[in-house]
């Protein structure tokens, strides 16, 4: 399920709401997917407050959702 919230974010260009480990404590963080590693292991993200992306692993995330205010509707066909 994260994959798919990930996937959203870098398509679409929006926000998602991301719940990750930094320094041993949980944080949750509006972040915008840059780019996916090939691997899978991880993205890249821009944080709030922060000039350069930040590489996030896969293992540092707990679980995402939508930003307050996306609904996540897709486009009508």
């Known amino acids: 399920m994260i994959d798919r919230f990930l996937k959203y974010s870098l398509e679409n260009e929006k926000k998602i709401c991301a719940v990750l480990m930094m ?7 509006n972040l915008l997917v840059t780019a996916i590693d090939e691997d899978g292991n991880g993205f890249s993200a821009k944080l709030p ?3 350069k992306e930040t590489h996030v ?3 540092d995330v707990l679980t995402c959702a939508y930003a ?3 609904q996540g ?3 009508s066909l």
């Open 68 to 70: 307050r205010g996306d």
């Open 49 to 51: 407050g922060r000039k």
């Open 73 to 75: 509707e897709l486009e």
């Open 57 to 59: 692993l896969m293992d």
């Open 23 to 29: 320094d041993g404590q949980m944080i949750k963080k």
